[in-house]
């Protein structure tokens, strides 16, 4: 079955790093996506990693995948106020269809 | 481009009361999707469309009916609203898997309370 599990809060001061941790349960992910979600927007496409690496790095943002633990993380370098806002990983199995974590609220602090 | 765009923005509705989501995109993606979002439960589907004319059950479709007779709409429609169903429905939309997975454009969300 599919499952898809995140920590629900992480308070983090402006500059530090932020990591935001996420596992899945289903083996046959081909794609993991991490989604930013601002106040009453809809959802943002941040990164996403294919199945096969192991990590993949977008500016600011590093995305880690352990598939054999099943374990996604994003960590977000020099974070600022503006990263504040609710992250949803997500991973897509065949078809296009999304199962999305219950999301991770970053607060960052001043 | 418009990108994925969802009327209204907020609705009120009593128990038993119909109504329909409008959803549009002008990216020409064959992939529509509908999916709630509830306090700690992430998104979930209720349906998907990979093309006009066929449509399908995603994770939560009771209660909600989806067609798709073009590419560029997909609406939602509560056939008999219940309190249950007070969320927050997006409407996302995509190209079919390809070699970049299928990145998935959202609308701003419809906030839906039923009393």
């Known amino acids: 079955g599919e499952d898809v599990e995140q920590s629900l809060f992480l308070s983090v001061r402006e500059g530090d790093s932020s990591v935001i941790n996420c596992t899945y349960t289903?083996?046959?992910?081909?794609?993991l996506y991490w989604y930013k979600q601002e106040p009453g927007a809809g959802l943002q496409l941040l990164t996403y990693i294919f199945s096969n690496m192991d990590m993949k790095q977008d500016q600011r943002l590093t995305v880690l995948l352990n598939k054999k633990d099943k374990h996604l993380s994003l960590r977000i370098a020099d974070t600022q106020t503006g990263d504040s806002a609710i992250y949803f990983c997500?991973?897509?199995?065949?078809?296009?269809?999304?199962?999305f974590g219950g999301g991770t609220r970053v607060l960052v602090k001043p | 481009n418009a990108g994925v765009t969802q009327t209204p923005k907020f609705q009120v509705l009593k128990t038993g009361q119909s109504m329909t989501l409008q959803c549009a995109q002008d990216m020409n993606h064959e992939y529509m999707s509908w999916y709630r979002q509830d306090p700690g439960m992430g998104l979930r589907l209720i349906h998907y469309?990979?093309?006009?004319?066929?449509?399908d059950q995603g994770e939560v479709p009771n209660g909600y009916n989806v067609s798709r007779s073009t590419t560029e709409d997909f609406p939602l429609r509560l056939l008999s609203a219940a309190p249950s169903q007070t969320s927050v429905y997006f409407c996302a939309s995509s190209y079919l898997q390809g070699q970049r997975g299928s990145e998935q454009y959202f609308g701003p969300g419809t906030r839906l309370t039923v009393t």
């Open positions: 469309s990979v093309g006009a004319g066929i449509t």
């Open positions: 997500a991973e897509e199995t065949a078809g296009n269809k999304l199962t």
């Open positions: 289903d083996s046959s992910s081909t794609y």
